[in-house]
């Protein structure tokens, strides 16, 4: 079944440009065009889109009040600006309202890539009217100056280490965190960094990009005033649990990219639990008052209580905005008692990194500890892999206690 995406641009060599680059998506896409607002919310009440992308300065109904429309009238359509304007009033107007931000001149498989990967992650959450709240949501953490910054830097395809230091530099508090955060024994370095620039080269630009959107999540929801759990506590634990996907990732000698994104997704792997706890907080304090009074696993209660988990919501809203494959469906999985195909992969890392974790450190002594599945444990080759994996988390540990 084709997917439907609406283009919204007022310049007829825009949306000529855009039918010209997308036409090897006919057969997987049916696309429609509309060359201003009120046509597209027309369009959009006729015909109902899996993802709209729009320009932003437009005559009349510009891209920011489409946006909020199809926000609150059609909130499972995934929303991406397209613009090639670096206004900043007009980009901080668009940021609550659209999922991903992407610029003018777009290549083709970045914008395709993009689309897909954003639409894919819808499928993690089943239960529509679920999917219509989420959607509807105004507030969600939106992704940082910061984080947009290097990420459009990233794009350039040659990114400097120094340009994205100077872009941490920028924001003293952030700059402060990632500091404090790189010189304690999560990353387990011989020497002290001192600066931005030496933290990035050190620990690459994803790395650096993931401890930023990791802290400013955390931080959006810092002020909610009626918890489910301690914050303080799940950072923590998913600092350490980061800390092990990159050991175990280390151990195994996985290439780079896999081993950045296991690291990522681990620190992101419980930011459902954060969205679960903001949005829906009557329903998920009664979820965690039946795992503290019956000693049962979160994600199970949860799923039998509001009909999917933590990892699903996690993976939907890091999938809408535009994280890597790999990382998303690691925080999908993070629970998932089936191995994935192939070899050793990031979803594995993650899901062992939790497990292990949960397995050494005590998070609450009221909450049941996730048995290792036998399927998963086989896949990796046993129990001796996972015990030298242990070794790993036992020396985190003492590390940890020393510094």
Same mark, same amino acid.
């Given at each position: 079944?084709?997917?439907?995406? #609406?283009?919204?641009?007022?310049?007829?060599?825009?949306?000529?440009?855009?039918?010209?680059? +997308?036409?090897?998506?006919?057969?997987?896409?049916?696309?429609?065009?509309?060359?201003?607002?009120?046509?597209?919310?027309?369009?959009?009440?006729?015909?109902?889109?899996?993802?709209?992308?729009?320009?932003?300065?437009?005559?009349?109904?510009?891209?920011?009040?489409?946006?909020?429309?199809?926000?609150?009238?059609?909130?499972?359509?995934?929303?991406?600006?397209?613009?090639?304007?670096?206004?900043?009033?007009?980009?901080?107007?668009?940021?609550?309202?659209?999922?991903?931000? =992407?610029?003018?001149?777009?290549?083709?498989?970045?914008?395709?890539?993009?689309?897909?990967?954003?639409?894919?992650?819808?499928?993690?959450?089943?239960? @529509? $009217?679920?999917?219509?709240?989420?959607?509807?949501?105004?507030?969600?953490?939106?992704?940082?100056?910061?984080?947009?910054?290097?990420?459009?830097?990233?794009?350039? !395809?040659?990114? %400097?280490?120094?340009?994205?230091?100077?872009?941490?530099?920028?924001?003293?508090?952030?700059?402060?965190?990632? #500091?404090?955060?790189?010189? /304690?024994?999560?990353?387990? #370095?011989?020497?002290?960094?001192? /600066?931005?620039?030496?933290?990035?080269?050190?620990? !690459?630009?994803?790395?650096?990009?993931?401890?930023?959107? %990791?802290?400013?999540?955390? @931080?959006?929801? $810092?002020?909610?005033?009626?918890?489910?759990?301690?914050?303080?506590?799940?950072?923590?634990?998913?600092?350490?649990?980061? !800390?092990?996907?990159?050991?175990?990732?280390?151990?195994?000698?996985?290439?780079?990219?896999?081993? *950045?994104?296991?690291?990522?997704?681990?620190?992101?792997? *419980?930011?459902? @639990?954060?969205?679960?706890?903001?949005?829906? /907080?009557?329903?998920?304090?009664?979820?965690?008052?039946?795992?503290?009074?019956?000693?049962? +696993?979160?994600?199970?209660?949860?799923?039998?209580?509001?009909?999917?988990?933590?990892?699903?919501?996690?993976?939907?809203?890091?999938?809408?905005? !535009?994280?890597?494959?790999?990382?998303?469906?690691?925080?999908?999985?993070?629970?998932?008692?089936?191995?994935?195909?192939?070899?050793?992969?990031?979803?594995?890392?993650?899901?062992?990194?939790?497990? =292990?974790?949960?397995?050494?450190?005590?998070?609450?002594?009221?909450?049941?500890?996730?048995?290792?599945?036998?399927?998963?444990?086989?896949?990796?080759?046993?129990?001796?892999?996972?015990?030298?994996?242990?070794?790993?988390?036992?020396? +985190?540990? #003492?590390?940890?206690?020393?510094?």
């Amino acid at each position: 079944m084709k997917r439907n995406i #609406l283009f919204v641009d007022d310049e007829p060599n825009i949306l000529q440009g855009l039918r010209r680059m +997308l036409r090897p998506m006919r057969e997987q896409w049916e696309m429609h065009f509309a060359a201003s607002g009120q046509e597209a919310l027309e369009i959009l009440a006729r015909v109902p889109m899996d993802a709209v992308v729009s320009d932003m300065r437009m005559p009349g109904m510009n891209g920011p009040e489409l946006l909020r429309r199809v926000m609150h009238e059609h909130p499972e359509t995934v929303r991406f600006a397209l613009s090639g304007y670096s206004d900043q009033d007009m980009v901080g107007r668009s940021i609550a309202p659209t999922h991903q931000y =992407l610029t003018k001149p777009c290549d083709e498989k970045k914008l395709i890539q993009a689309l897909t990967e954003a639409m894919d992650a819808r499928g993690f959450i089943s239960n @529509k $009217d679920l999917l219509d709240k989420i959607g509807r949501i105004e507030h969600l953490p939106v992704l940082p100056k910061a984080y947009v910054r290097i990420t459009d830097e990233l794009s350039k !395809g040659d990114p %400097s280490p120094k340009l994205i230091g100077e872009i941490v530099s920028d924001d003293i508090g952030l700059s402060a965190n990632i #500091l404090k955060l790189v010189n /304690s024994a999560y990353f387990g #370095l011989a020497r002290p960094i001192a /600066s931005p620039q030496q933290a990035v080269i050190v620990l !690459g630009v994803n790395v650096i990009r993931s401890v930023i959107l %990791s802290l400013h999540v955390f @931080k959006s929801f $810092d002020c909610t005033e009626e918890s489910s759990f301690s914050l303080s506590l799940l950072w923590e634990h998913c600092l350490r649990t980061a !800390g092990l996907a990159k050991a175990i990732a280390k151990v195994e000698g996985m290439v780079k990219e896999d081993a *950045d994104n296991a690291y990522i997704a681990a620190l992101l792997h *419980d930011v459902g @639990k954060l969205l679960l706890n903001a949005f829906f /907080s009557t329903e998920y304090q009664e979820v965690f008052r039946v795992v503290r009074g019956e000693n049962r +696993l979160v994600a199970e209660v949860e799923a039998e209580q509001l009909g999917l988990t933590h990892a699903q919501v996690g993976a939907y809203l890091l999938g809408l905005w !535009g994280l890597p494959s790999a990382v998303v469906h690691a925080v999908a999985r993070h629970h998932a008692r089936t191995p994935g195909p192939g070899g050793l992969c990031p979803a594995d890392v993650v899901y062992f990194a939790n497990q =292990l974790d949960h397995d050494v450190f005590v998070f609450n002594a009221h909450y049941a500890r996730p048995p290792v599945d036998p399927e998963r444990l086989a896949a990796i080759g046993g129990p001796d892999r996972y015990a030298r994996w242990r070794d790993e988390a036992l020396a +985190l540990s #003492l590390n940890k206690e020393e510094t």
